[in-house]
């Protein structure tokens, strides 16, 4: 029995090294913004879905999804996922047709799996911003709504679509947006609005865009002090989900103000 139980773990641990192997190393170096990510695994293996790819047509893609579940088919699922999506941005630009594709691919894998139809699916921001003038194509399917801080407001971008892999043939449409110098983009995962507290409050959209809006610093200190807010509200609650945050600060386009 103890034998086994250490197979188990040395299986769960070089899972999750190969998960971690997926994920990138370093965020994208750009000249038009910074870019920065942190992660937090409630079970060492996951289903939260982030990555930054460069687009044939120079523009940047950017991706933060949900799994289904959680725990090892997450993972699998979430490694799926990581796989095709890179090979389907080198011909597909259009966050639509990416993520067109993308639905396409997990209903492949749901019609073949009945039983386990519904962990073939995942929420997704698929985003590709164009340096030249800082306009974002997004689509948002079923994913929590991305903040922005303009100055002393707080904008959010909601939901365009359905969650991925859930319908044949669903309705994808398309967001826009144009960001300024000096905004801030805000991505994340559930895990992050859904943490609990020992009383069974939830941190909620709300305190992050307190948090947003009252702390200042470079990206990086931002998102240490998300998360340190985070801890601090669950206390001693144990995360039950994985959380995940990206944070874009954006400077003056490539092609200059006028381009903007």
Known sequence: ????????????????????????????????ACIGVK???????????????????????????DVTGHGVHASVVMALLYGYIHRAS????????????????????ARRSAEFDHYF???LFCASIDPLSLRMEYVNAGHPAP???????ILSLPATSAPVGFFDAPEIQSGSFRFHPQDRLLLYTDGITESSNPAGELFGTERLQQVLREKDG??????NQLFAVRGDFAGDTAPEDDCTAIVIDFHTPRGGLDAA
Request: charged residues 20%; negative net charge; aromatic residues 14%.
């Open 1 to 32: 029995m103890v034998s086994s139980d250490i197979s188990d773990d040395f299986d769960l641990n070089l899972a999750s090294h190969v998960q971690q192997l997926l994920f990138p190393k370093s965020s994208p170096y750009c000249d038009w």
């Open 39 to 65: 992660n937090l695994m409630a079970r060492g293996l996951g289903g939260d879905y982030f990555d930054f790819i460069a687009m044939p047509d120079g523009c940047q893609a950017v991706f933060v999804g």
């Open 90 to 109: 080198q011909s597909f630009c259009s966050p639509v047709d990416l993520v067109r594709e993308i639905n396409a691919f997990l209903q492949s894998f």
């Open 121 to 123: 699916s995942t929420t």
């Open 147 to 153: 903040l922005v801080r303009r100055g002393d407001d």
């Open 218 to 223: 470079d990206y990086r200190n931002f998102l």
